[in-house]
């Protein structure tokens, strides 16, 4: 039996994740399998020679068969349940739950050798990169088509008998996880959120509320950190920590949220390409191309005077943080030991929670307030947008055509491979409603994203928070590995006062100068598409002020 606690933030939600999105600690080890009951454990030597088909999936540290979330409760068993009845249905067929990291580094390793699981859940923007080496089979014929579980039930009303697109509760948001070449790599099981979680308590100790815009989040802060708390059985009073993160949020959520917050109101001007597939959802995304054609035109360097203003901002936050933003803290007990009196994080945290019998104090959630004029001249005066969305997404990767030549044409490989469709079977099986049920709502962590599957009450105002618009890009996933590593060091160099404001402003237009350059080597930039748009546009900057020098 397995014990599981966050120890740092997920990139993307997407989570981001993914998931990304918490990471977990103390799981089996990557190269073991975790078995799931004697059936699912996808063991070659027990098995029948009947057995034609050992897949493998890494369904990501939520759902791991046998793990007990945050220490609390029983271990979970929805997962293996469902494998052994698919295993039941398909006698040929056995299914190994394997725990794999990821971190790119793992995937391009895995991915490259063919040695990767036949699903694996990763943050599908991961996946965008490389989707040119065929490491990754494209689902939308699977997804266009009926969900055969669904379909043989004979009832034409229920989501799933046309297409199994049609069982995703949340539409505009799975369709919009499409990849710039217009394909879907992705299935959407569930989705995530973040919330700024508050203890009640310290608030009420302080005199504050709940604040409404960030300005107010600001004081808010000021007078919690100004505040002596005193506790009982304590002789001296307590300095708290108005609000605990690590340097990987504020370097991926905090980066996009301040973002969108200044750029927002631009995107009339700014906005160059449009997917008719993924705007409903995304509503104005800049993808990596648009991110490159505007550095080229000086958005997003230190002409740029809201790119200086963003990070100016991020730092006046952090000056409300923990002092140790790195990734070994254990920020969450600073937050249940009530050293720290708000902790942002994504929902799965409601879970440890709400369950935990010693907390010792009511906590609530509110999320991220909106910019005003007083807050930054650059304010688009928006609400916050989101950044969670699609948690675990799935992606059915090269493994699954391995009983097909490696010299063959993907798009014939994927025809032909009798192993893919048996990925895709078991992929499908796990999102029929009441085998998905028992799987996701087993414990408050992921909101559903099947049709019919209720959404647990702890969970329901992430909900009303996911039903805002999504961020106007994601930099964590815009460019490559080293371009984020990069980032990453230097923001938390810049943050705890490292380095100054334009000795980092320095460091980033290097940094980002190489990400684009490396692009454009590695990827066909629609530049007449982009400079038609652009010129398209030009009327809308005309009335925009603080546009980067020449930017029109």
């Known amino acids: 039996m397995t014990r ?35 059936s699912t454990a996808g063991d070659r030597a027990a098995a029948p020679e009947s057995v034609r088909f050992f897949l493998n999936i890494s369904p990501g540290p939520p759902y791991m068969p046998d793990v007990v979330p945050f220490g609390i409760g029983q271990p ?63 689902l939308d014929g699977w997804l266009e088509a009926p969900n055969e579980f669904i379909r043989e039930r004979g009832d034409p009303a229920a989501p799933g008998y046309e297409q199994w697109w049609d069982m995703f509760k949340h539409q505009a948001v799975s369709r919009g996880k499409a990849a710039p070449d217009g394909k879907m790599y992705c299935v959407s099981y569930d989705m995530i959120e973040t919330a700024i979680y508050y203890n009640k308590d310290l608030f009420r100790m302080a005199g504050v509320s709940v604040p409404e815009t960030w300005d107010e989040f600001m004081r808010v802060c000021e007078k919690i950190k100004s505040t002596e708390f005193r506790f009982p059985g304590e002789s001296a009073p307590r300095r708290v920590t ?48 648009e991110i490159y054609f505007l550095h080229r035109q000086g958005f997003f360097t230190e002409r740029d005077p809201r790119y200086r203003e963003g990070w100016r901002l991020m730092y006046e936050f952090r000056q409300h943080c923990n002092r140790n933003i790195g990734l070994t803290l254990d920020f969450l007990r600073e937050f249940i030991t009530q050293r720290g009196a708000m902790i942002w994080s994504p929902c799965t945290l409601t879970y440890r929670l709400k369950n935990d019998q010693n907390l010792g104090f009511d906590w609530d959630l509110f999320y991220l307030p909106q910019f005003t004029e007083k807050t930054t001249p650059h304010a688009s005066n928006t609400p916050m947008c989101v950044i969670g969305g699609s948690a675990v997404q799935l992606e059915v990767t090269n493994s699954a055509v391995s009983d097909t030549p490696a010299d063959m044409p993907f798009a014939e ?34 909101l559903p994203n099947i049709v019919g599957v209720p959404t647990l009450p702890a969970l329901e105002p992430f909900e009303e928070i996911l039903a805002r618009r999504y961020t106007t890009t994601k930099w964590a996933f815009t460019f490559d590995l080293k371009f984020y590593e990069i980032l990453r060091r230097m923001v938390e160099l810049y943050l705890n006062d490292g380095i100054d404001l334009d000795g980092f402003m320095s460091w980033q237009g290097e940094n980002l100068q190489a ?29 925009m002020k603080d546009l980067p020098h020449a930017a029109p």
């Not at 340097?247 to 750029?263: A, C, P, R, S």
């Not at 893919?420 to 009441?434: G, S, T, Y």
């Not at 629609?526 to 748009?533: I, K, Q, S, T, V």
């Open 4 to 38: 599981f606690f966050p120890i740092r933030a997920v990139k993307g939600v997407a989570l981001a994740v993914c998931l990304g999105l918490f990471a977990w600690a103390l799981l089996p080890p990557a190269e073991e399998k975790t078995e799931a009951g004697d």
């Open 76 to 138: 979970l068993k929805g997962l293996a349940t469902v494998l052994r009845e698919f295993e039941a249905r398909f006698p040929d067929t056995r299914v190994g739950v394997v725990n794999a990291p990821i971190n790119r580094e793992y995937l391009v390793t895995q991915l490259s050798s063919g040695m990767a699981p036949d699903i694996l859940g990763v943050n599908v923007e991961d996946v965008w990169v490389d989707v040119q080496k065929n490491w990754y089979v494209p």
């Open 242 to 289: 108005p609000i605990i993160v690590n340097v990987e949020m504020l370097t991926d959520w905090g980066n996009d949220l301040i973002f969108d917050q200044l750029y927002y109101s631009l995107l009339p001007g700014i906005d160059l390409l449009q997917d008719p597939v993924r705007e409903p959802y995304l509503q104005g995304y800049l993808d990596d191309v």
């Open 413 to 446: 490989r994927m025809r032909s491979s009798e192993r893919l469709k048996r990925v895709m079977q078991l992929l499908q099986f796990l999102c029929v409603p009441e085998n998905y049920e028992r799987i996701v709502n087993e414990y408050e962590c992921m």
């Open 515 to 543: 990400a684009v350059d490396n692009l454009e080597l590695r990827k066909e930039i629609p530049m007449e598409d982009l400079r038609r748009a652009w010129d398209e546009r030009a009327p809308a900057r005309a009335a």
